[in-house]
């Protein structure tokens, strides 16, 4: 069956440190991937969208990467802010008709 | 301001009653999508519209319709609501070509009781 996993539900990590996060799917051939920041109680937000033929892309403080050999993207946020702190989702589209699938999400806290 | 607009924020209903959330964007976009948000389920897709008269299903369309008779509406419609649609619904647009991501409407929560 199709899965999409976001290995950690949650987690913490102190002020100023690199949090990285990771979506893990199964069974998808993805045409792009998204990342999406949520509040609670709010509609996501997107923040980035990575290819499949692109290893690596940036903005500001967040990187994601896309491995399509081992079905994994990592999502990073450097020099992290208790601001960040959130649930982020990741999503992929296999058609390129931009009908997406989300993971469920991990939840993340920044301690100051 | 581009955003996408549901009403209302918050409904409870009985059994049976049918309903409709609306949802509407203003950025022209052609493609339209509603999920659902429930507890260790993540957004489950309920269907999508890739433009006008163009509707089809997602994961979990059972006890739900929609319509997209113009582009900017997308209207969901639950017929004879049951508990088990009890849940956070979103609604989210997009253009054609994603590389800007979905625009996600600020959510329906829905008691069915």
């Known amino acids: 069956s199709q899965k999409i996993e976001q290995n950690s539900e949650a987690l913490n990590i102190q002020e100023g440190k690199t949090a990285t996060l990771t979506c893990n799917y199964t069974?998808?051939?993805?045409?792009?991937l998204q990342w999406y920041r949520q509040d609670p109680g709010r509609g996501p937000v997107f923040l980035l969208l990575?290819?499949?033929?692109?290893k690596e892309k940036r903005k500001e403080r967040l990187k994601v990467t896309f491995d399509t050999t081992l079905k994994q993207s990592l999502f990073h946020i450097t020099a992290s802010q208790p601001a960040d702190s959130a649930t982020y989702l990741c999503?992929?589209?296999?058609?390129?008709?931009?009908?997406?699938?989300f993971g469920t999400g991990t939840r993340l806290t920044v301690i100051p | 301001e581009a955003q996408v607009t549901q009403n209302p924020r918050y409904l409870i209903t009985v059994t049976g009653k049918k309903l409709t959330v609306t949802c509407s964007q203003n950025m022209n976009h052609e493609y339209m999508s509603w999920y659902r948000q429930d507890p260790g389920l993540g957004l489950r897709q309920i269907y999508y519209s890739m433009n006008v008269e163009v509707t089809d299903k997602g994961d979990v369309p059972e006890g739900y319709k929609v319509s997209r008779k113009e582009k900017r509406n997308f209207p969901l419609i639950l017929e004879s609501p049951s508990p088990n649609q009890t849940s956070l619904y979103f609604c989210?647009?997009?253009?054609?070509?994603?590389?800007?991501?979905?625009?996600f409407g600020s959510g329906t929560r829905l008691t069915v009781v």
């Open positions: 990575i290819r499949e033929n692109e």
């Open positions: 069974n998808y051939s993805p045409a792009y």
């Open positions: 989210a647009s997009s253009p054609r070509d994603p590389a800007n991501g979905y625009t």
């Open positions: 999503a992929l589209d296999e058609t390129g008709a931009n009908n997406l699938f």
